[in-house]
């Protein structure tokens, strides 16, 4: 009786007082976890880059970033100002998470059947078309032309971060809708910025990455895990596509493509070794209880800490440990060193520039249009189906906050008008789009939800 009573309120797991440091830290490990931190950090960033920019230091802003810094390796160099090392360098790692995404969502994910991807698809192909349509209506023939791809763009992170900000009254299923159509939006970036964002080809440069990529598709092949291998490849294929001319944040997406996305070992495999190397660990500490000289245990930590690798993928593991690189270093990195614009008498003349206009009106109009447009006509044709907690005044709301480009339209921005003056042009249109459309968005969420919430839980 004393056993079943035992059986039946098993004992609580002991647990270890936290170290100083870790309650210290965990205020901040909190706030990192919050979905929305990411998108308050970008802003936060976006803003100093502002008040720098237009303060008595705006000389010291553009100094800073033109600094210039070299690798060299004997015989071999490589220069580029600050802002480009960020621009090419950091944000090759931020396209290579991306590219995970974009891989685990098209295996396992949203974007895993034609039914499930039909509807953000089909509403990320209109947030494309729409703005980018906008953008060569005010711009055909003008200079500015080339910028047609910049208000395609969405930031997830900005626009996941304001979705969160409404909590549960926000659908699951609308925040994996919203997900799945930024992801689905970032691969259509990623092509644009292959296909048409693309200088002079160094064809011998080319074929060095493509003969780094068979390489890394044959150690996929091969079993090879490794991630320091996989990134010193890497390092190789990003250098080779930068001098061929493609961008090189695509060796990014590249090396994304080609990291292995299968466990080694199966769930039922990992179970019954780990419950084995807990019985060895288990002997080992009741033979000799002191930890640094008990060999025995050290052997059954290591045993476990490499079935535990097996058993997760390397995507998996990569995609989590530079989540967070991503969203609170790279990111808020690249806003600082390219948000900042003049915003004097020249830069508010600046708003009225076709260029400003055609990105600013492609994302506050064109990017809600065209999502709520097609995914309509996806739905209407039954190629789709809405789902059941989502009303069409939501996809609205989300198709507005798909018009915070910001990061992504930064980025491409950059690619289009580097070196000439349609640049801080184009980020006042990209700044002022985006800021109006992300309050409009969550605008129209808020008013949904409220009249969606019960009343008694808003008098309550």
Known sequence: MEQERDSQHPQPVPSCPPAPIERILRPFENFVHQQASGGIVLLACAAVALLWANSPWSSAYESVWRTPLSIRLGALSLEKPLLLW???????????????????????????????????IAAALGGMLAPAA?????????????????????????ALGILTLLGRRAPISLKVFLTALAIAD?????????????????WGALAVAAAVVAVLLLMNRLGVRSALVYGMFGLVLWLAVLKSGVHATIAGVLLAM?????????NEVFIAQSREILSQFEQACAFDPQPLGNKARAEALLALETAARKAEAPLQRLEHSLHSWAAFVIMPVFALANAGVALGESGAAGFTHPTAMGIALGLVLGKPLGIVLFAWLAVRVRLARLP?????????????LAGIGFTMSLFIANLSFRGTPLLDIAKTGILAGSFVAGVVGWAILHFVARERQPAQERTG
């Open 86 to 120: 960020i621009n090419d360098g950091l944000m090759a790692i931020f396209f290579f998470v991306i590219g995970l995404e974009i891989k685990r969502e098209v295996l396992v994910g949203e974007l895993a059947s034609v039914r499930e991807a039909a509807l953000p």
């Open 134 to 158: 906008i953008f060569i209506a005010l711009n055909a023939g003008r200079p500015s032309a080339s910028g047609w791809g910049i208000p395609m763009a969405t930031d997830i992170a900005f």
């Open 186 to 202: 970032d691969l259509g970036a990623v092509m644009v910025i292959a296909l048409f964002y693309t200088t002079e080809i160094a």
């Open 258 to 266: 080609v990291i292995p996305a299968r466990a080694r070992i199966t």
């Open 388 to 400: 059941a907690d989502v009303d069409w005044r939501q996809i609205v709301g989300v198709g507005f």
